[in-house]
T-cell receptor, first 111, second 114 residues
Framework: DQQVKQNSPSLSVQEGRISILNCDYT??????FLWYKKYPAEGPTFLIS?????DKNEDGRFTVFLNKSAKHLSLHIVPSQPGDSAVYFC??????????FGAGTTVTVRA | DTGVSQDPRHKITKRGQNVTFRCDPI?????LYWYRQTLGQGPEFLTY????????KSRLLSDRFSAERPKGSFSTLEIQRTEQGDSAMYLC????????????FGSGTRLTVV
């Protein structure tokens, strides 16, 4: 059962514009949410996270928004840069050790 | 310490053969995790260790799979009697304690069963 869903397999954005990635989840027990970035032939690397007690977390160009009532989170990247081209995974945790991942969104930033 | 190392990077095996993968975590990390990623999907949890103790196994980990972490250092994941459905990227990660954003992933072992 897919508890974390990323319904957009791909996103293409112009350099300098905003990238918005979306993620939905079904498990009400999830209390911690993360975004990972993955380049080809490398493992996922942690990007940004948010606890369920918050609705926004910002780190430089990256902002994650959480809407618990809608079971929805999003990642905003502003401004998008060519180096942001990668696969982005949304992940969620209901405990302190196991992550449930979405299927990923491939972001392409056009020059 | 340069991060989490996995060996081999690629493995091609014939159906029915046994394979073993190795993961060397970051040395001070007490937790080690195995995930599997198939094409077009995100990583799926297989199992995790705290020091040398294997504390949880996913139902994805059939009887043909076994993982060990002797002395709480490196870990091995063995698949016996491989099937074509075992073809995937096997990812190892480690962390110090239970902070989910403290995970560091390795680059993975890509298994192809022919």
């Amino acid at each position: 059962d897919q508890q974390v869903k990323q319904n957009s397999p791909s996103l293409s954005v112009q350099e300098g514009r905003i990238s918005i990635l979306n993620c939905d989840y079904t498990n009400s027990m999830f209390d911690y949410f993360l975004w990972y970035k993955k380049y080809p032939a490398e493992g996922p690397t942690f990007l940004i996270s948010i606890s369920s007690i918050k609705d926004k977390n910002e780190d430089g160009r990256f902002t994650v928004f959480l809407n618990k009532s809608a079971k929805h989170l999003s990642l905003h990247i502003v401004p998008s840069q060519p180096g942001d081209s990668a696969v982005y995974f949304c992940a969620a945790s209901a405990d302190d050790y196991k992550l449930s991942f979405g299927a990923g969104t491939t972001v392409t930033v056009r020059a | 310490d340069t991060g989490v190392s996995q060996d081999p990077r690629h493995k091609i095996t014939k159906r029915g053969q046994n394979v073993t993968f190795r993961c060397d975590p970051i040395s001070e990390h007490n937790r080690l995790y195995w995930y599997r990623q198939t094409l077009g999907q995100g990583p799926e949890f297989l199992t995790y260790f705290q020091n040398e103790a294997q504390l949880e196994k996913s139902r994805l980990l059939s009887d043909r799979f076994s993982a060990e972490r002797p002395k709480g250092s490196f870990s091995t994941l063995e698949i016996q009697r491989t099937e074509q459905g075992d073809s995937a990227m096997y990812l190892c990660a480690s962390s110090l304690g239970g902070q989910p954003d403290g995970y560091t992933f390795g680059s993975g072992t890509r298994l192809t069963v022919v």
